[in-house]
């Protein structure tokens, strides 16, 4: 699989478990303040984006989602 | 509809002892039980599903339409209670749904979260380091129970949550029995009150004594109670939770885990120089050992479809783990262990919101007490190489009594 992702967490279903800062933790964070998932980069780089998916299946709560990353629409790049 | 004579359904959970303490279910129970959802008849005399595949486990541990509340009416129980066995049950938030589960959990996932337990990884280095040096003196041969797997995570549960160590043979005892399907009924009750009033005594010694202590019991009654959050004996029954959490099922696991890997020699060996491996090593022995065997029990309140069944409101349903963990279409050639495959999408720690919080704390514990072991005693094996191994069959979470161990 490939392709990049936009990813989307649920802090309300959020159980804390942390599977997914051990995944993924470039992506991943989890909350000092109360243990819950934190986004660090909602776009990540296209190399994670497998990480990513398997954050989805791990997280026990169904607190994240990704969705393919739109292709923009100029595409070039600075 | 026909509806089979209950005596005409296997039993859940089954009760072979001759059984390998390393095999889950033998063949014969595989064949009985493994369909993707299966009618079993409890010792209860109440019916169940068993849902044994991977997928499915998942998508019913996840699903709201399934009540964790042991206390509903239908709820499939693995044994007979005494009429309000569980007496005072504020506070106990793995037995509640929704909001109220999550109000309570939420008050404790930044103190498991991975980052603190990280931090507390020269705690559980120096834990295990003082178990070792008692393994050594007390043999060979000695038992790798009473002197490293079951004193490890007791004393670091006791540390975190500010319970003193030296009460330990109280609460071990009385944690045994809350998760022994076979203990009389009176017994369990009369544990679960010694256990609160024990804990109930200490928390409002913890509220009392205000700033001090930095021990999660005291944080909570500081940050919590006394901010009229958290009742009192909700702490209670949190400490209760956490308590006996803590206690078996990582020592069961180091023990299990121990015997797994004397088993496999060169693996074990492998322990002292490849500990960058034991990472992915632990989520294999959880995957394989599966220790919380018996699943589970979960009370739909809607119908659900699962794995191609209608589950109706008010049936009960038990989530397999241990034969989801070895499920062949999520893990190639499931009954082989494997320490190098990947093996975490396991559900030994469940599944959905109830998943278990103190993970990241068991892992550690389990990796670094196997890690230090093989360096420590890099030519232990078993010391009895014939007969049974006493296990706990009877137990909610499995494992050995004793491992006798020489080196
Ligand atoms: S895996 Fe899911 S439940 Fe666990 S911390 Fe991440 S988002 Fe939250």
Redesign the interface.
């Known amino acids: 699989m490939s392709g990049a992702v936009r990813v989307r967490v649920d802090r309300e279903r959020c159980c804390g478990a942390g599977n997914c800062v051990v995944t993924a933790p470039e992506v991943f964070d989890q909350d000092d303040a109360d243990g819950l998932v934190l986004l660090r980069r909602a776009e990540p780089p296209a190399d994670a984006a497998d990480r990513v998916r398997l954050a989805v299946e791990l997280c026990p709560a169904g607190a994240i989602t990704v969705a393919p990353r739109p292709v923009p629409e100029r595409s070039s790049t600075p | 509809m026909t509806v089979a004579p209950l005596t005409d359904l296997p039993l859940w959970p089954p009760t072979n002892l001759d059984r390998d303490p390393l095999v889950p279910l033998d063949a014969g129970e595989r064949r009985r039980f493994a369909g993707p959802v299966t009618r079993v008849r409890l010792p209860t005399d109440a019916t169940a599903w068993l849902v044994t595949r991977h997928a499915d486990v998942k998508q019913m541990?996840?699903h709201p339409g399934f009540s964790a509340d042991l206390t509903r009416p239908g709820f499939p129980l693995l044994r007979r209670l005494a009429p309000g066995a569980f007496g005072d049950r504020r506070g106990g938030f793995i037995r509640m749904d929704g909001a109220e589960h999550?109000r309570l959990?939420?008050m404790?996932?930044?103190?498991?979260?991975?980052?603190n337990v990280r931090r507390i990884e020269p705690l559980i280095r120096q834990t295990v380091d003082r178990a070792l040096d008692e393994l050594h003196a007390a043999g060979p041969p000695a038992d790798l129970v009473t002197h490293v797997a079951l004193p490890v995570p007791s004393m670091v549960i006791c540390h975190l949550l500010g319970v003193p160590y030296a009460d330990h043979e109280f609460f071990q005892e009385r944690s045994r029995t809350l998760i022994d399907r076979d203990a009389p009924p009176e017994r369990v009750q009369r544990h679960v009150r010694e256990l609160r009033d024990y804990l109930h005594r200490l928390v409002e010694a913890k509220v009392a004594a205000g700033e001090r202590a930095d021990d999660l019991l005291s944080r909570l009654a500081r940050d919590r109670v006394e901010t009229g959050e958290l009742a009192v004996d909700e702490l209670v029954g949190m400490a209760v939770l956490l308590l006996i959490a803590g206690h078996e099922t990582t020592a069961n696991m180091i023990g299990l885990s121990t015997l797994l890997l004397l088993r496999h020699p060169a693996r074990y060996a492998a322990l002292r120089d490849d500990a960058g491996h034991a990472e992915g090593l632990v989520d294999e022995l959880l995957r394989y050992l599966s220790i919380v065997r018996t699943g589970l029990p979960r009370l739909a309140t809607e119908d659900v479809e699962i794995g191609g069944r209608l589950i109706r409101a008010g049936e009960g349903a038990i989530a397999v783990l241990s034969l989801a963990n070895r499920d062949r279409t999520a893990f190639d050639r499931p009954d082989e262990f494997d320490p190098y495959r990947a093996a975490?999408?396991h559900v030994a720690?469940?599944?959905?919101?109830?998943?278990?919080?103190g993970?990241?704390l068991a892992r550690a514990e389990l990796r670094i007490a196997l890690v230090e072991l093989a360096r420590r005693f890099p030519r232990l094996r078993p010391a009895v190489t014939a007969g049974r191994l006493p296990t706990r069959d009877s137990s909610v979470v499995y494992g050995l009594d004793a491992l006798p161990v020489t080196w």
Do not use: D
Request: hydrophobic fraction near 40%.
């Open positions: 541990l996840r999550a959990r939420r404790l996932t930044a103190e498991f979260m991975i980052r975490q999408q720690f469940g599944f959905g919101v109830h998943q278990c919080i993970q990241p």
